[in-house]
């Protein structure tokens, strides 16, 4: 049997073969009450990022790395930049909306994992063995990714192209590794060990950064 907490509420797991009897659940789960109780009051310390306005002057990550927001208003083209290591411009109509602008930013952000994914997954195919159908981005609200196992198809949070790069691929080794085996029991666990060794590092990186002003969790 395999038991995780998740960030950033608290969502409990519980993987076990399909025959378990409930009993046999209930006390492993009761076994377990004050480890989980400890990882949700660390969920509970988590920072939790500010609304954003969308504004000059406010702080945006990119690839883990913090970046202060340039909004510059033109006629021309809109679109977003980074601009030298410290800037994320936003370049956009004189009267266009927070929406608009929040709207430029996600689109960016969408267009920079989709030039990272690629790569990323076409390697660790190789170096697990298995081939995925495809792969897609989407906002998600309650797991960083996902896998549709009859379908082979990946899907990842768009939030990841906040994180640091290993933790994107971090995410997308796990729902590889689902190609291999559905649960998340101890021969899930012995894949991950053996392709990712240093994978509970990774994930504890990812699940301590500040999470958005929208909760996520994996």
């Keep these: 049997m395999h038991l995780a907490v998740y960030p950033p509420n608290g969502r409990i797991r519980l993987s076990a073969p399909d025959r378990t009897e409930k009993e046999v ?7 377990k009450l004050g480890w989980i109780k400890k990882q949700v009051k660390s ?23 913090r970046y202060l927001l340039e909004v510059i208003e033109s006629k021309g083209k809109q679109f977003v930049q980074l601009k030298g290591t410290k800037k994320i411009e936003i370049h956009c ?3 266009a909306a927070k929406s608009k602008r929040a709207e430029l930013l996600k689109e960016w952000y969408r267009d920079q994992l989709k030039e990272l994914i690629p790569r990323l997954v076409s390697n660790w195919e190789k170096k697990i063995g298995v081939k995925s159908s495809e792969w897609r981005v989407k906002q998600m609200k309650t797991k960083w990714g996902a896998c549709n196992i009859e379908a082979k198809r ?20 796990h729902e590889l590794v689902h190609l291999l085996e559905r649960n998340h029991n101890d021969i899930f666990v012995a894949y991950m060990d053996e392709y990712m060794p240093k994978w509970r590092s990774h994930r504890e990186e990812l ?11 994996y």
């Design 207 to 217: 699940n301590s950064l500040p999470i958005a002003h929208i909760d996520w969790g």
């Design 43 to 65: 969920f509970e310390k988590q920072a939790r990022e500010t609304p954003r306005e969308f504004v000059s002057g406010e702080s945006h990550y990119f690839q883990g790395k």
């Design 154 to 173: 990946i899907w990842l949070n768009l939030e990841l192209a906040k994180k640091p790069k290993i933790c994107l691929e971090y995410i997308i080794v």
């Design 93 to 95: 109509k004189p009267d």
């Design 25 to 31: 659940l209930r006390l492993f789960a009761i076994s």
